[in-house]
């Protein structure tokens, strides 16, 4: 999100700081149908075998165990109490989880729900809701969230509380069972085309939709507790979408747009540092200014060191495959308080990972039930 006060030029300077030696590291895990047997995913015959559970188990526990993230959010969990213990027998004491996955019948389950597992105490929790004033604003007279996101408060040695938001939004999937739509009077390609035509584009409202509240719940909060916050999960889209607005949306702020007297009376310096602290940051764009500006600092202080020496980021990995095509899913954000650009600044941003191996070269021994996203992780230091 970028806001862009009419006829002010803002020349704010980079800060630097020394590396400091606390870290904390966050990853983001979409599990892909996290279910222990004898129960099912979708379809009766969705059952994981004795062996492929296994399998699936130690290759969650293999990643979490070599790269050793302090708090992790997960999605597609079906089965939050096998996944709790899992993650205690990892060193992981507090676990968050609120939503049920829902039983369509018998041992068949659908809507999977979010779960969030930290290192570190776990001192409030609560799955987001829509603000219903908000929805009749918009024209809705209710809404829900396909899939609740959950916030857990993780109290974090030394940098304090931080709001840990874990989401899964919807899928471009049709939204529209057959049911849900009257007899067009079309068959075979006609109607299957068409149906699909209104079913994606439920899909889409709805998931620019949970963006849009959900953001507007996370800002609200950050003004009343004025905590900073994460943003993790699989956002089922590109950050960049139109649908995706609310977390990187350019606004053009002009003064008669502002009521608020005391806001209005700022210098536009004042207001443009007070408009800053909501805006919402891609952990990974911040990882590759960070990275740049520290190359630059090199090049200027050190004659030995060339460009060639400077490893900056690559372009950036993709989370997920639709046959060969690649596209990121999954993103890790963060408040105003991981960008060192900003005076109330409070870390920074190290290190940003895409685990894509078993995605470009899987071995089949090893990650035949593993999942068909790329685990993301960030890695932030103290200021």
Same mark, same amino acid.
């Given at each position: 999100?970028?806001?862009?006060?009419?006829?002010?030029?803002? !020349? +704010?300077?980079?800060?630097?700081?020394?590396?400091?030696?606390?870290?904390?590291?966050?990853?983001?895990?979409?599990?892909?149908?996290?279910?222990?047997?004898?129960?099912?995913?979708?379809?009766?015959?969705?059952?994981?075998?004795?062996?492929?559970?296994?399998?699936?188990?130690?290759?969650?526990?293999?990643?979490?165990?070599?790269?050793?993230?302090?708090?992790?959010?997960?999605? %597609?969990?079906?089965?939050?109490?096998?996944?709790?213990?899992?993650?205690?027998?990892?060193?992981?004491?507090?676990?968050? &989880? /609120?939503?049920?996955?829902?039983?369509?019948?018998?041992?068949?389950?659908?809507?999977?729900?979010?779960?969030?597992?930290?290192?570190?105490?776990?001192?409030?929790?609560?799955?987001?809701?829509?603000?219903?004033?908000?929805?009749?604003?918009?024209?809705?007279?209710?809404?829900?969230?396909?899939?609740?996101?959950?916030?857990?408060?993780?109290?974090? @040695?030394?940098?304090?509380?931080?709001?840990?938001?874990?989401?899964?939004?919807? !899928?471009?999937?049709?939204?529209?069972?057959?049911?849900?739509?009257?007899?067009?009077?079309?068959?075979?390609?006609?109607?299957?085309?068409?149906?699909? &035509? /209104?079913?994606?584009?439920?899909?889409?409202?709805?998931?620019?939709? %949970?963006?849009?509240?959900?953001?507007?719940?996370?800002?609200?909060?950050?003004?009343?507790?004025? +905590?900073?916050?994460?943003?993790?999960?699989?956002?089922?889209?590109?950050?960049?979408?139109?649908?995706?607005?609310?977390?990187?949306?350019?606004?053009?702020?002009?003064?008669?747009?502002?009521?608020?007297?005391? /806001?209005?009376?700022? =210098?536009?310096?004042?207001?443009?540092?007070?408009?800053?602290?909501?805006?919402?940051?891609?952990?990974?764009?911040?990882?590759?200014?960070?990275?740049?500006?520290?190359?630059?600092?090199?090049?200027?202080?050190?004659?030995? &060191?060339?460009? *060639?020496?400077?490893?900056?980021?690559?372009?950036? @990995?993709?989370?997920?495959?639709?046959?060969?095509?690649?596209? &990121?899913?999954?993103?890790?954000?963060? =408040?105003?308080?991981?960008?060192?650009?900003?005076?109330?600044?409070?870390?920074?941003?190290?290190?940003?990972? +895409?685990?894509?191996?078993?995605?470009?070269? @899987?071995?089949?021994?090893?990650?035949?039930?593993? +999942?068909?996203?790329? @685990?993301?992780?960030? *890695?932030?230091?103290?200021?």
């Amino acid at each position: 999100m970028m806001f862009v006060i009419m006829e002010l030029k803002n !020349s +704010t300077n980079l800060l630097s700081s020394p590396a400091a030696l606390i870290q904390y590291s966050v990853a983001s895990i979409n599990l892909f149908n996290f279910i222990a047997p004898p129960n099912a995913y979708y379809d009766f015959e969705n059952i994981y075998s004795t062996e492929q559970w296994r399998k699936k188990c130690a290759w969650i526990s293999d990643f979490i165990q070599q790269n050793q993230p302090d708090i992790i959010g997960f999605q %597609e969990v079906f089965s939050p109490d096998a996944l709790k213990a899992l993650c205690q027998q990892l060193g992981y004491d507090y676990f968050a &989880v /609120l939503d049920e996955p829902e039983v369509q019948s018998d041992y068949v389950y659908r809507h999977p729900v979010v779960a969030l597992a930290s290192r570190y105490p776990i001192t409030e929790m609560a799955n987001v809701e829509a603000d219903q004033a908000a929805c009749q604003a918009l024209g809705l007279s209710q809404f829900n969230f396909s899939r609740l996101p959950l916030r857990a408060t993780v109290e974090l @040695p030394q940098f304090g509380p931080c709001d840990c938001y874990v989401i899964h939004l919807k !899928s471009k999937r049709s939204g529209f069972d057959k049911d849900d739509l009257a007899d067009s009077g079309a068959s075979g390609a006609a109607d299957f085309i068409s149906r699909q &035509v /209104l079913g994606r584009w439920a899909s889409s409202i709805q998931r620019g939709n %949970e963006a849009t509240f959900l953001c507007h719940q996370m800002l609200i909060r950050k003004h009343q507790k004025h +905590t900073p916050f994460v943003l993790m999960g699989d956002f089922n889209d590109k950050l960049h979408s139109d649908l995706l607005a609310a977390f990187h949306q350019n606004l053009r702020v002009y003064r008669n747009d502002i009521d608020d007297k005391k /806001l209005a009376g700022l =210098s536009e310096q004042q207001l443009l540092a007070e408009l800053n602290q909501f805006r919402i940051y891609d952990s990974y764009e911040l990882f590759k200014a960070t990275t740049k500006s520290n190359a630059s600092l090199a090049l200027d202080e050190f004659e030995s &060191v060339k460009d *060639t020496d400077i490893q900056l980021p690559i372009s950036r @990995p993709a989370t997920h495959y639709y046959g060969s095509e690649g596209s &990121v899913l999954d993103y890790i954000l963060v =408040s105003s308080e991981f960008d060192p650009k900003q005076l109330k600044n409070l870390a920074h941003i190290e290190q940003y990972q +895409t685990f894509d191996r078993h995605l470009v070269r @899987p071995d089949y021994e090893r990650d035949s039930d593993s +999942t068909d996203h790329a @685990p993301v992780m960030m *890695t932030f230091s103290l200021r």
